[in-house]
């Protein structure tokens, strides 16, 4: 009997973790940071027959840039940018996260163009841990991800994600950490 709670809970945890909300996406939804940063799910439109998402990055009530995102069965893809200047692609776009569910010791990379240069990004899950931010407690996946542009320009940047609500800090390489203040799905 405990063994086949045990295996009921497993099995309905694995379902759960891949649903389809496993990377949150829905017009109105939003998550706000201690650094003051807004994150909110605009609207959805279709393009050429594919939803792109629209996620407006704000502070202070003033959109500071958009991203265009995709969802599909292998993963988040980051399509392009607006910083008040025209949607910028990124040729080929950007995968921001891979199919449902997430592993430790997985990982993936882009390779694009964006501005005329090129840019590469690696992402690795390095571990979970658990982790106390001001919206709660979790275990997260930690996925290091690092960028580098063709001029030498490099960042790493540490996120904690987890599945259903999405990122809830992140963390440099020097210390510095932005957490989830507050999450609206």
Do not use: C
């Amino acid at each position: 009997m405990k063994r086949t709670l045990v295996l009921s809970l497993l099995l309905l945890g694995f379902s759960l973790a891949v649903a389809p909300n496993y990377y949150p996406h829905k017009v109105g939804m939003t998550w706000i940071y201690t650094s003051g940063e807004s994150q909110t799910y605009e609207s959805v439109r279709d393009t050429n027959g594919q939803q792109v998402w629209q996620l407006t990055h704000s502070y202070g009530g003033q959109v500071r840039y958009t991203d265009y995102l995709t969802f599909d069965e292998n993963g988040v893809w980051l399509l392009g940018v607006d910083t008040g200047a025209g949607i910028m692609p990124y040729d080929p776009p950007i995968q921001v996260y891979p199919a449902a569910p997430l592993r430790v010791g997985q990982n993936w990379s882009s390779r694009t163009r964006f501005k005329g240069a090129n840019l590469v990004v690696v992402n690795k899950i390095i571990g979970i841990e658990g982790v106390v931010v001001p919206f709660g407690r979790y275990n997260a996946f930690v996925i290091r991800s690092s960028l580098t542009a063709q001029g030498g320009g490099a960042s790493v940047v540490d996120m904690y994600f987890v599945p259903g609500i999405g990122v809830v800090r992140y963390a440099t390489q020097d210390g510095g950490q932005i957490d989830l203040v507050d999450f609206n799905p």
